[in-house]
């Protein structure tokens, strides 16, 4: 069920054009003090790496991810340039919508992993946020060239961000152990 206060600013500017730069700041309001069930709640972006993993888990589950293991997780966080993470949050606490974070050579090229948002908060620009965030922090970086790996179902979700799928045809490649 799509709620009705997500849709009105969601599909404001708000997203849009109050997404500036987190720059040092590790918290930062997206949308403030929203009427939802009788309670006045907010979302934030957050840039602390200390996320709780078992609320990380719980947001991938969601979306029908396979379980990866906790430590390997904690590792790859603790590793990338940026983490960022969408706090749903009410009066008495919060919980985790969105989640996204990027590997850097810190000069030319960086690669954006594990975008994720809770299904009953996609839809509304929270994903186009955070991609917002992502990129503009890279950017600061000076890096130029940003890649990632997408499921074809949302392919069209980061064309409409400017992805281009096999830029002059280059192809991704993998090695697996056998």
């Known amino acids: 069920m799509k709620y009705d206060f997500l849709e009105s600013f969601f599909k404001s500017s708000i997203v849009k054009h109050e997404t500036n730069e987190l720059s040092s700041q590790a918290d930062?309001?997206?949308?403030?003090?929203?009427?939802?069930k009788n309670k006045l709640i907010s979302i934030h972006f957050n840039t602390n790496k200390s996320i709780d993993l078992v609320e990380l888990e719980k947001l991938?589950?969601?979306?029908?991810?396979?379980?990866r293991p906790l430590s390997k997780v904690r590792t790859a966080i603790k590793h990338s340039v940026i983490a960022i993470s969408l706090i749903y949050k009410i009066n008495t606490g919060g919980r985790l919508v969105g989640f996204a974070r990027a590997t850097s050579d810190y000069?030319?090229?960086?690669?954006?992993?594990?975008?994720?948002?809770?299904?009953?908060?996609?839809?509304y620009g929270l994903g186009s946020a955070l991609m917002y965030q992502l990129i503009q922090q890279l950017r600061n970086y000076d890096i130029n060239t940003i890649t990632l790996f997408a499921d074809p179902h949302v392919i069209s979700f980061y064309h409409n961000l400017g992805f281009i799928s096999d830029p002059d045809g280059v192809k991704g490649m993998f090695w697996y152990p056998r």
Do not use: E
């Open 28 to 36: 930062r309001i997206l949308i403030d003090k929203v009427p939802y």
């Open 60 to 67: 991938c589950d969601a979306v029908g991810w396979v379980r």
């Open 107 to 123: 000069a030319f090229n960086a690669t954006i992993w594990d975008v994720v948002i809770h299904p009953d908060f996609q839809g």
